[in-house]
C-alpha cells in the first residue's frame, strides 16, 4: 500500500466540495494507483480509420486450452451498458424489467451528454493532431490504467493490441445471478458517475459498488466501455503472465524449473489477467489484455514478469493519463524506464513522466491545453520546465478542446505529445 492511501480516502469529501465551486481554482479529486479517466466514448472511430500497421513482435499466444463459452459477452456487455442485449440472447426478457429500462434511459442521457463534451472533440482532435501516430502505433501500453479501455480507444482507436496494467482484481464476465441482482444498476452508475463528470474513476469507491453486486473487477467495465464506443465483443478469457514473462492461458500449469529466489516467488504467484477479442467499428481485429499488478520497484524487484512481457511487444506507443505522478518518484524507476526506452511515441498529461527524467535530445515535444500546477492533493510534484514549456513564445501550446486528467476542466487541462528522436534501446 503506498503513502498516498491514507490522502485518497479523503478525496470523495473533497471533491463534492470543488463540484460546488466556479473557480479556476485546484481540483481535488479521488483517485489511486492504477487511477484511470475512462472516458466513455460512445461515438467510435470515424468510418474512414485506417487499420494500423501489422506489429512486429505481438504477444505469444498462450498455449491451446479449450476457451470458456464466451458466446454471450457482447449481450451481456450491452445489458451492462444500458443497451438491449439481441433478439435471440436469453437476456431480452430481463431488459423487461422497470428497473433496467429506467437504468438504460438514465444511461442514454448520460452518454450523449459526454459525446457531445468529451468523445466527439476528443475524437476529432486526435484525428487531427495524432493522425501519423495513430498510424504507427499497432501496440499500446497503458499502464496505471485501471479499466479505462474507453480515452485510450478514443486517441487510438486503430491500434490492434491495448496492454493496460492497474492494481483493480482482473475479474470476469458477470455471471446471471449477477446480472439479476437488484444493485446492479446503482452499482454501475455510482462507479461511472466521476468518469462521466470529472474523467477519472474514483477507484476506491468502484470496488465497493462492483464488488456488491459480484462484479469482480476491470474485465465487466472493459467489456461496458467496449460495447458503448461501437466494438464486438468475441471473446473473454482469464489468462497470466509466467516468471518468464510469457502469456498463457490462466489454467496452464506453472512450470517447475527455477533457477533463483526471484524465479520461485513468480511461479508461485503468476500475474494474473485477461484477453478480450474485439472487432472494431470499422472491422478490424482488436486485443485488449488487463493484467493486475503493483508496479512499483519493490514487487517488480520481486517479479519482474509484466516488464519482460511488456518489452517483448516490440515498439510501444505509451500512454499516460490521471497516474497518480507516480513515475515522478523514485520507486517507480523499472516501468519509467521502460517507457522512456521502448516507446517510439508517448502521449501524457502532467501526471506522466516528469520533464526531468526525458534525456535532452532525444524527443521531440507538443504541448496541448494549459499548465498551471497540479491539485492540491499532488501540489509538490509541480513542474517549473512544464511552465517554462508551455511560456514558450516560439514553440507556443496548441489549443485542447476538451477537459482531461485531475485539472479536468477544459481551460485547465493539459496533454503532451512526445516523438523520439533516437533509435530504441535495445
Known amino acids: 500500500m503506498h503513502l498516498r492511501s491514507a490522502a485518497l480516502r479523503l478525496l470523495p469529501v473533497a471533491l463534492l466540495a470543488l463540484a460546488a465551486c466556479n473557480s479556476e481554482s485546484s481540483k481535488t479529486t479521488t483517485v489511486t494507483e492504477t487511477e484511470t479517466s475512462a472516458k466513455p466514448a460512445a461515438a467510435p472511430a470515424t468510418a474512414d480509420t485506417v487499420a494500423a500497421a501489422p506489429s512486429a513482435a505481438a504477444p505469444t499466444e498462450p498455449a491451446a486450452t479449450p476457451a470458456p463459452d464466451t458466446a454471450d459477452v457482447q449481450n451481456i456487455a450491452a445489458y451492462l451498458g444500458g443497451q438491449r442485449p439481441s433478439a435471440q440472447s436469453d437476456l431480452l426478457h430481463l431488459t423487461e424489467q422497470p428497473a433496467w429500462q429506467a437504468f438504460a434511459k438514465d444511461q442514454n442521457k448520460s452518454w450523449q451528454k459526454y459525446t457531445a463534451t468529451h468523445t466527439a472533440p476528443m475524437t476529432k482532435w486526435a484525428a487531427t493532431e495524432l493522425d501519423s501516430v495513430q498510424q504507427n502505433s499497432p501496440t499500446i501500453f497503458y499502464p496505471f490504467s485501471g479499466p479505462d479501455f474507453l480515452n485510450v480507444v478514443t486517441m487510438f482507436p486503430r491500434s ?66 467496449a460495447a458503448r464506443t461501437g466494438h464486438q465483443i468475441l471473446s473473454v478469457r482469464p489468462v497470466k503472465i509466467d516468471a518468464a514473462g510469457q502469456l498463457q492461458d490462466a489454467a496452464t500449469p506453472d512450470s517447475a524449473q527455477a533457477t533463483t529466489v526471484n524465479q520461485r516467488s513468480a511461479l508461485a504467484k503468476p500475474i494474473p489477467g485477461a484477453e478480450i477479442k474485439l472487432r472494431a467499428p470499422d472491422g478490424h481485429a482488436q486485443t485488449i489484455y ?68 526525458f534525456q535532452k535530445g532525444a524527443w521531440n515535444f507538443t504541448h496541448y491545453g494549459t499548465y498551471r500546477r497540479p491539485i492540491n492533493l499532488f501540489a509538490k510534484h509541480y513542474q517549473p520546465e512544464l511552465t517554462a514549456a508551455y511560456k514558450d513564445s516560439v514553440n507556443k501550446a496548441r489549443p485542447l478542446p476538451f477537459g482531461t486528467g485531475y485539472n479536468w476542466r477544459q481551460t485547465d487541462s493539459n496533454l503532451m505529445l512526445a516523438k523520439r528522436r533516437i533509435p530504441l534501446a535495445d
Not at 458477470?174 to 474523467?199: D, E, G, H, T, Y
Not at 500512454?319 to 508517448?346: C, E, G, I, W
Open 290 to 357: 488487463y493484467f493486475s499488478a503493483d508496479l512499483s520497484d519493490a514487487k517488480l524487484g520481486r517479479n519482474p514478469a509484466p516488464l519482460t512481457f511488456v518489452r517483448s511487444l516490440g515498439p510501444l506507443t505509451t500512454y499516460l493519463k490521471s497516474a497518480s505522478y507516480l513515475m515522478h518518484k523514485s520507486y517507480f524507476n523499472q516501468v519509467r524506464r521502460t517507457v522512456l526506452r521502448r516507446s517510439r511515441y508517448l502521449l501524457q498529461d502532467d501526471s506522466g513522466i516528469a520533464m526531468k527524467y
Open 160 to 225: 490492434e493490441t491495448y496492454v493496460m496494467i492497474g492494481l483493480e482484481p482482473v475479474g470476469s464476465a458477470p455471471a446471471r445471478s449477477s446480472l439479476q441482482n437488484p444493485k446492479l444498476f446503482p452499482a454501475i452508475k455510482s462507479s461511472l458517475w466521476s468518469v462521466l463528470n470529472f474523467s477519472f474513476f474514483r477507484t476506491n469507491d468502484m470496488a465497493v459498488d462492483l464488488k456488491s453486486v459480484e462484479l469482480d473487477g476491470a474485465v465487466p467495465l472493459i467489456m461496458l466501455f
